[in-house]
Every structure is written in C-alpha cells, then in structure tokens.
C-alpha cells in the first residue's frame, strides 16, 4: 500500500510499504480523509520521541471498510485503542488502560495510508450526509466537545453557572 512516512525530523517520503494486516478483531478500512494534528506536526518537527522514524503518522481519520462484516460501513476512527477487558475499560475509562495504544504511535501504524487495521469497536458509522473530511474531525471535535462538558459540569457545582469561555491555540483550543 501507499503511506506517507515520516523518516526523521522535518522529513516525509511517499512510499510503498506492506499492506495494514488486521488481526481477528479488527476490520481493514481504506482511508479516505485523514487530518493533520498538532502531534503529527511535533513529530514531523522532531519534537516527539514517542514517534520514532520510520513512523506513518496520521490518527484523525475517516473511510470505508473494506474488508470484516461491515464491508462498505463509513465510518470515522476512534485512535484510541485500548485493551476492553482491564477495570479502566469496564469503567469506561479507556483512557486509563495500562495497555492502550493510539493510532500513529509505534506500535500501531497512523492513518497517512491508504488502508488502516483498526479494531471494530473503535470505528463509529458516518451518516450518508457527512462527508468523510468533515467525518475526520470527528477525534478532534470530541475532544473539545469533552473539555466544555467537563468544565460546564465543575462550573455547575462551584457558580452554579453554566457560561463557558474556552481559550487556547489550534484547532480544539
């Protein structure tokens, strides 16, 4: 398959490389829209050393499936992969999985490919009225979307407001 690799700081080489192999529960999706994140652009400035070269960057995604029961599903990409059976992803915490693993960070491959293996439970169907680069931003619009909810939910309880002014840099701030 096709992937744009980062090869080092301030590097990208187009190449050919072994085709995504998904594992027994994960479903084969061709990418079809993949953002560029404030993480893909520390790594590519070298700034990163949890994404060594050679490395296929890329965890904002959205495409079809195509290979799995759901072949021909839209869908868009949840990075976060976490294990499903430790007490944090019983919880619902999978962001505190011991062994979670995020898309673009070895040792699982990113999205700047033309294919990706992702677990099942990680893609979320895209309605038919949503394009697949605005699905990409599904990651990225969840993260702010959780930040305001969270911060309206202390507000609540500490002023007994809900007014909400959110301040910071890039695409979520």
């Not at 995604?61 to 599903?73: D, H, K, L, M, N």
């Not at 293996?117 to 979307?145: D, F, Y």
């Not at 309206?152 to 309880?157: A, H, K, V, Y």
Request: hydrophobic share 40%; net charge negative; aromatic share 2%.
């Amino acid at each position: 398959m096709r992937a744009l690799v980062y090869t080092g700081p301030e590097s990208l080489e187009m190449r050919n490389v072994p085709d995504a192999e998904p594992a027994t529960d994960e479903l084969l999706v061709r990418v079809e829209a993949v953002g560029i994140c404030g993480s893909d652009m520390h790594a590519y400035l070298g700034h990163d050393e949890r994404r060594p070269a050679p490395l296929i960057l890329g965890h904002e995604a959205a495409g079809s499936i195509v290979q799995g029961p759901r072949t021909g599903e839209r869908v868009t990409i949840n990075p976060l992969v976490a294990c499903g059976v430790c007490r944090a992803c019983i919880e619902g915490r999978a962001n505190l999985c011991p062994d979670r693993q995020i898309i673009s960070m070895p040792p699982r491959e990113g999205a700047f490919a033309t294919h990706l293996a992702i677990p099942a439970r990680n893609v979320v169907t895209v309605p038919e009225h949503v394009s697949s680069v605005k699905a990409s931003l599904a990651e990225p619009m969840a993260c702010g979307w959780h930040a305001v909810g969270l911060a309206e939910r202390i507000l609540q309880r500490s002023l007994s407001s809900s007014a909400c002014l959110v301040l910071g840099g890039g695409a979520i701030g």
